[in-house]
């Protein structure tokens, strides 16, 4: 690549091999099939792989390491594997450290710094200006677990930033136990709290105003059916140095908690009372209560109100996000006492022709002591207003095109940073005035070895089944010429509301577009990019829209002669990997090649795990009968059909998976190994010591990266090699 100088490590490699390898692999293992038949809604529904989700069987671990081991054959078998690995280990180790996740609490601004020389991201203090060159280390999870199998979940440091709330999981599982820590002495004081995370729910802390106590969530214990040890999380105060098993009880199921309650609270202001924002599930309803210091609490906001985001101020009003009559959100305030909730709150920012950023509870909305910053997405690139606290003086800041903004962060002295990202600039965080209201780069800015200076991005529209025009972001080499010869890799994901911002492409995809290819992100429906009303037409029984977009941004490409269906290829993991699922069967003949991370796949039991339950105000239910006319239509398990050539697939799971149960992936290849008429191969990937991908050490993620270009590069017959200046 251009500017990179090429380490003696990779100077021997040659050219990756162009001869795909999928009639020379062995045959999958055997896999048997069963009986197993359901009725759903008087529809008697196949389940011939129904053995494959007890993973407790010694005979579904061994197929799963029957699968590992034939597609670790194939893929070490490609030439030019190790090369591979070998260029993005360096360029990765060559980048400088990151900074992310920062808040100022007291007279430091604490935050996540990431060094590629070790497995997982530390927490670091910075001085009050948030000097990067004042980076002290707090809490390094590689001195306790070398291996990189320790993850930080989350922080939260008190008000006085003295002390620090940590949630710490292991082998990627999201399944927190909470320390506590004294920042001046980096010293453990207090006992540990189990149960405070889990991938359904999440976890959160909210620190007394003194500093010396904390709210935070718990889920129930071994004395709770094991059914039910994934759900209720509650509401609990607790003293430090006291113990966790006499903390009281302060938010309960009893008092409207759903069953699939996600609780986030919040005291970034540092007052006396804190704010509870509870979440039923994962589709976007939401129940908002401040908590008194006294153990009592007052509801300020019911699911009829639509208050989709919220924080308390410092002068201890609620600022919240309503989509109630806006769907693009509008911005509204209720004051101390809270008298008549946020029904008779006032409005301070109208709705307006863009939406307004609610998919992060603590950074949706940043208040300083005098001014209100409010995040906004365009069809997938960001915006940032500031107002005054009754929503007045409003301005835009300077931001990039085609950029995003997250992580807005009050400083004390009323400036405010936040993080800059796009696709061919690494990101970096800018600070905004709060006297002359301009904005300038700080020296909290990543370096990497990895440019793109030869490259550029083009922002075009495809047009989907229903006429709807779908936002792609091409990037693609300077001067590259539409004759369809190029490799293409399109992403994408549609669900939960979530956007699909621009961000640094790194060293993954600079391979990628040196080997001749070009990249692709589809903000398709599903997501927010558009608002709410983006989000409402890719959920529940519309879901069907998101595929449609999906297929219409491919077939673009190839219309346009970016490429063909012989040089197209996919990507996409989690509610990705659903459509990864849905697109490779409804049209199989799309794309030569299909790369698939934790995705899920049976939507007729999915609801019947933990997450899935959680998942259902998204995708809807089996036993609501037009949610489940829509779930069987597409579920990607039941429509694999037996003779039909399906592209080469590469899915990876991980065994400790929380979020989507690793038997999705098992019982999908299980169904596309048998059903496939085609001599690619269909390969399962399995990590015993991973989950969702979240906490996954450095080192597994560049497996992981290196696995699916060389899947890619050998499916699509591609060359590459390390580029040198």
């Known amino acids: 690549m251009k500017s990179s100088i090429r380490s003696s490590a990779v100077l021997g490699f040659a050219l990756i091999a162009t001869v795909a390898l999928a009639a020379s692999i062995p045959s999958p293992p055997e896999t048997a099939r069963g009986t197993a038949v359901d009725t759903v809604q008087g529809?008697?529904?196949?389940?011939?792989?129904?053995?494959?989700?007890?993973?407790?069987?010694?005979?579904?671990?061994a197929w799963s390491d029957a699968q590992n081991t034939r597609t670790r054959g194939y893929l070490d078998a490609i030439a030019g594997r190790d090369a591979v690995k070998a260029e993005l280990t360096r360029l990765i180790s060559a980048t400088s450290p990151s900074f992310a996740g920062l808040e100022a609490r007291g007279k430091a601004v604490f935050g996540y710094y990431s060094d590629p020389k070790f497995q997982q991201p530390m927490i670091v203090t910075l001085n009050a200006d948030a000097d990067p060159d004042s980076r002290k280390i707090l809490i390094d999870p590689n001195a306790v677990d070398a291996s990189g199998h320790t993850a930080i979940d989350w922080f939260v440091a008190s008000p006085d930033g003295s002390r620090i709330a940590v949630s710490l999981s292991k082998n990627g599982s999201e399944d927190g136990t909470l320390y506590v820590y004294d920042v001046a002495s980096g010293k453990e004081i207090d006992t540990p709290i189990p149960r405070v995370q889990y991938?359904?729910?999440g976890g959160s802390v909210a620190w007394a105003k003194d500093s010396k106590a904390?709210?935070?969530?718990?889920?129930?214990?071994?004395?709770?059916?094991?059914?039910?040890?994934?759900?209720?999380?509650?509401?609990?105060?607790?003293?430090?140095?006291?113990?966790?098993?006499?903390?009281?009880l302060v938010l309960a199921t009893k008092d409207g908690l759903p069953r699939t309650a996600e609780v986030f609270l919040d005291n970034t202001?540092?007052?006396?009372?804190?704010?509870?924002?509870?979440?039923?599930?994962?589709?976007?309803?939401?129940?908002?209560?401040?908590?008194?210091?006294?153990?009592?609490?007052?509801?300020?906001?019911?699911?009829?109100?639509?208050?989709?985001?919220?924080?308390?101020?410092?002068?201890?009003?609620?600022?919240?996000?309503?989509?109630?009559?806006?769907?693009?959100?509008?911005?509204?305030?209720?004051?101390?006492?809270?008298?008549?909730?946020f029904a008779a709150a006032k409005v301070i920012v109208p709705e307006s022709a863009v939406a307004i950023v609610s998919d992060d509870q603590t950074h949706s909305l940043t208040l300083t002591g005098k001014r209100l910053f409010v995040r906004d997405i365009v069809g997938g690139p960001s915006q940032l207003r500031v107002f005054d606290h009754d929503g007045g003086h409003g301005a835009n800041l300077q931001i990039p095109d085609i950029a995003a903004v997250d992580n807005v962060v009050a400083l004390k002295t009323g400036d405010v940073i936040y993080g800059v990202s796009s696709y061919l600039r690494p990101r970096y965080y800018a600070k905004w005035a709060a006297k002359s209201g301009q904005s300038t780069e700080t020296k909290m800015a990543v370096t990497s070895p990895v440019k793109f200076d030869d490259c550029e991005v083009a922002r075009v529209f495809a047009t989907s089944k229903d006429g709807t025009k779908v936002p792609l972001n091409i990037i693609r080499k300077k001067g590259t010429k539409l004759d369809g010869s190029h490799p293409t890799l399109l992403y994408g994901y549609g669900g939960y509301g979530v956007n699909?911002?621009?961000?640094?492409?790194?060293?993954?995809?600079?391979?990628?577009?040196?080997?001749?290819?070009?990249?692709?992100?589809?903000?398709?429906?599903?997501?927010?990019?558009?608002?709410?009303?983006?989000?409402?037409?890719?959920?529940?029984?519309?879901?069907?829209?998101?595929?449609?977009?999906?297929?219409?941004?491919?077939?673009y490409l190839i219309s346009q002669h970016y490429t063909t269906h012989d040089r197209l290829a996919l990507l996409g993991g989690s509610n990705g990997g659903l459509l990864m699922g849905a697109t490779l069967t409804q049209h199989p003949d799309l794309a030569k090649a299909v790369v698939s991370f934790v995705g899920i796949y049976d939507m007729v039991r999915v609801e019947l795990d933990p997450n899935g339950s959680f998942n259902t105000t998204e995708f809807g239910t089996v036993k609501d009968p037009a949610q489940f006319k829509a779930l069987y239509a597409y579920s990607p398990y039941h429509h694999v059909a037996k003779g039909t050539a399906y592209p080469a697939v590469l899915m990876s799971t991980g065994a400790t998976d929380g979020r989507v149960n690793p038997m999705h992936s098992r019982k999908m290849m299980a169904a596309l190994q048998a059903a496939t008429s085609s001599d690619r191969p269909i390969l399962l990937r399995t990590n015993r010591t991973a989950g969702h991908g979240i906490g996954s050490s450095l080192s597994a993620r560049i497996e992981e990266q290196a696995d699916t270009l060389t899947f890619l590069f050998d499916q699509l017959g591609m060359t590459w090699s390390p580029v040198h200046s």
Do not use: C
Request: a negative charge.
């Open 199 to 201: 991938p359904t729910a």
């Open 269 to 341: 202001s540092g007052l006396s009372d804190v704010l509870a924002s509870v979440q039923l599930g994962d589709g976007g309803e939401w129940q908002h209560f401040v908590l008194r210091e006294n153990g009592n609490f007052v509801q300020v906001a019911k699911y009829e109100d639509k208050i989709v985001a919220a924080t308390l101020g410092t002068d201890a009003a609620v600022y919240g996000i309503s989509r109630k009559d806006a769907l693009n959100g509008k911005v509204m305030k209720l004051s101390a006492p809270y008298t008549g909730g």
């Open 43 to 61: 529809v008697k529904i196949a389940d011939p792989y129904r053995w494959l989700e007890n993973w407790d069987d010694p005979k579904v671990q």
């Open 500 to 555: 699909m911002t621009p961000g640094f492409l790194g060293a993954m995809r600079r391979l990628w577009i040196d080997a001749g290819g070009v990249y692709v992100v589809a903000n398709i429906r599903g997501g927010g990019e558009y608002g709410e009303k983006w989000h409402q037409q890719g959920m529940l029984t519309a879901k069907q829209n998101v595929f449609d977009d999906f297929d219409a941004a491919a077939e």
């Open 214 to 248: 904390f709210w935070y969530t718990r889920f129930p214990g071994d004395d709770t059916p094991e059914a039910d040890r994934h759900f209720f999380q509650q509401v609990y105060f607790h003293m430090v140095g006291s113990d966790a098993k006499n903390d009281k």
